[in-house]
């Protein structure tokens, strides 16, 4: 069984930072692309950041500047950090993986977790 599993959400203040995580396992060959997502109460799911196996990376233009992703290829781990946190960054973040597996080539989601930005 495939699975993404992420990590490190919560409540920060106006300014903070988080750092999110989000870790593949299972019996996976390859990841291609890694990207985070986010879904704001009542709004539709956003892109906000995604990662290329080779390291490109391209940001949605309210987080540039604020947000960083990066990713470990020895762990199938990629991560978000988030500085200069804003109110309406409050979101589920959901990070989404395009992995070759045993059952084929098709991108996988995370659960989700919860970002709040509120003082």
């Known amino acids: 069984q495939v699975q993404l599993v992420e990590s490190g959400g919560g409540l920060v203040q106006p300014g903070g930072s988080l750092r999110l995580s989000c870790a593949a396992s299972?019996?996976?060959?390859?990841?291609?692309?890694m990207d985070w997502y986010r879904q704001a109460p009542g709004k539709e799911r956003e892109l906000v950041a995604s990662?290329?196996?080779?390291?490109?990376?391209n940001y949605a233009d309210s987080v540039k500047g604020r947000f960083t992703i990066s990713r470990d290829n020895t762990k199938n781990t990629v991560y978000l950090q988030m500085n200069s946190l804003k109110p309406e960054d409050t979101a589920v973040y959901y990070c989404?993986?395009?992995?070759?597996?045993?059952?084929?080539?098709?991108?996988?989601w995370g659960q989700g977790t919860q970002v709040t930005v509120s003082s």
């Open positions: 299972g019996r996976i060959l390859s990841i291609n692309h």
């Open positions: 989404n993986a395009e992995m070759s597996t045993d059952w084929g080539y098709r991108g996988y």
């Open positions: 990662i290329t196996s080779g390291g490109s990376t």
